[in-house]
């Protein structure tokens, strides 16, 4: 009699942990579909100092330009005719989102020149250059 006691003790005193699995897997969910992803040109670049820089909010596209100006967005380096179209493509998604140059120091005013017109054709006028607070 006492093991069928034990035993029939033992059952219920399980913890039953669906409940709790659940909870944190929506939760998982929750924060996952409400992030804010941070998207990365893919490279680090010397950016120019400046007094007046201000914080900029809803910065979805970002374009670098390293010092042998070569162009990156989304970690890949693409031509300098194939920004127009990463730009719509990037803006079709979020058309919110402002266009931020991070421009290096020694990359060619050209090629920054370059940028800024692509997406100013792309239709996005909201445009800065990046720069580091001094």
Same mark, same amino acid.
């Given at each position: 009699? +006492?093991?069928? !006691?034990?035993?029939?003790? /033992?059952? /219920? =005193? ?19 579909? *409400? $992030? @804010?992803?941070?998207?990365? $040109?893919?490279? /680090? #670049?010397? +950016?120019?100092?400046?007094? *007046? @820089?201000?914080?900029?909010? !809803?910065?979805?596209i970002? &374009? $670098?330009?390293?010092? *042998?100006?070569?162009i ?7 031509? #300098?005719r ?5 730009? /719509? ?17 020694? @990359? ?6 370059? &940028?800024?017109? =692509?997406?100013?054709?792309?239709? &996005?006028?909201?445009?800065?250059? @990046? *720069?580091?607070?001094?």
């Amino acid at each position: 009699m +006492r093991r069928n !006691n034990r035993a029939a003790a /033992e059952d /219920e =005193a399980q913890i039953d942990l669906t409940p709790m699995l659940d909870v944190v897997f929506i939760m998982l969910i929750f924060f996952i579909v *409400t $992030a @804010s992803f941070i998207k990365e $040109a893919g490279i /680090e #670049v010397n +950016r120019p100092e400046a007094s *007046t @820089s201000e914080p900029k909010d !809803n910065v979805n596209i970002l &374009v $670098a330009i390293n010092a *042998t100006n070569e162009i990156w967005m989304d970690k890949r380096r693409i031509d #300098v005719r194939a920004v127009r179209a990463n730009i /719509e493509r990037l803006h079709a998604e979020n058309p919110k989102g402002a266009v931020v140059i991070q421009a290096d120091n020694q @990359s060619n005013t050209e090629t920054v020149a370059a &940028v800024l017109d =692509a997406a100013r054709e792309a239709g &996005v006028y909201d445009v800065s250059l @990046s *720069t580091e607070d001094k």
